[in-house]
T-cell receptor, first 115, second 108 residues
Framework: GAVVSQHPSWVICKSGTSVKIECRSL??????MFWYRQFPKQSLMLMAT?????????EQGVEKDKFLINHASLTLSTLTVTSAHPEDSSFYIC???????????FGPGTRLLVL | KNEVEQSPQNLTAQEGEFITINCSYS?????LHWLQQHPGGGIVSLFM???GKKKHGRLIATINIQEKHSSLHITASHPRDSAVYIC??????????FGTGTRLQVTL
């Protein structure tokens, strides 16, 4: 099946720093990428949906100025957590789908720990 | 009430047992996904269904659109099947809503 990679797989940073997470579709063109967050023992929660070349659509309650999403190409989307705080510590997962929009392929996730 | 409910929340089975995980939803959907999440966090998409039944190896997924219900079956379960199984429904805008997952532990 299609492969989606994420980098880094885990990151530890100090409070106040910004962290960038990359999501790449390795063998297909991802017209749409989704960013999710998962807290321990909870469901995945959709943060935002991004279509290549256009601005991301954020879910209610997700601050777009804090979680910057860029989907500049058909194979790469980035999520930047700006001025990270301990409450941003979570597991961030991306998924990607191509044309036509059907199965979403999930990345392996990025575990973020903000000290 | 969550839009997507799964049962059971936790399940322990012995190797070889037949396992069923259920998913009920309350909204209109365009498709339903079954996902597997391993302890490390990585998610694998097992099935995407919009009607009927699909089979892949020892896994079978069924959906009843009228009853808004889907089941995931695992035949001849094995310890490597131990994972969290997540049901997710896709609405007409292609947004996924996830169930809380079923934590499966298969013992020898």
């Amino acid at each position: 099946g299609a492969v989606v990679s994420q980098h880094p797989s885990w990151v530890i940073c100090k409070s106040g720093t910004s962290v960038k997470i990359e999501c790449r579709s390795l063998d297909f063109q991802a017209t749409t990428m989704f960013w999710y967050r998962q807290f321990p023992k909870q469901s995945l929660m959709l943060m935002a949906t991004s279509n290549e070349g256009s601005k991301a659509t954020y879910e209610q309650g997700v601050e777009k100025d804090k979680f910057l999403i860029n989907h500049a190409s058909l194979t790469l989307s980035t999520l930047t957590v700006t001025s990270a705080h301990p409450e941003d510590s979570s597991f961030y997962i991306c998924s990607a789908s191509g044309r036509p929009l059907e199965t979403q392929y999930f990345g392996p996730g990025t575990r973020l720990l903000v000290l | 009430k969550n839009e997507v409910e799964q049962s059971p929340q936790n399940l322990t089975a012995q190797e070889g047992e037949f396992i069923t995980i259920n998913c009920s939803y309350s909204v209109g959907i365009s498709a339903l996904h079954w996902l597997q999440q391993h302890p490390g966090g990585g998610i694998v998409s097992l099935f995407m269904l919009s009607s009927g039944k699909k089979k892949h190896g020892r896994l079978i997924a069924t959906i009843n659109i009228q009853e808004k219900h889907s089941s995931l079956h695992i035949t001849a379960s094995h310890p490597r099947d131990s994972a969290v199984y997540i049901c997710a429904v896709r609405d007409t805008a292609s947004k996924l809503t996830f169930g809380t997952g079923t934590r499966l532990q298969v013992t020898l």
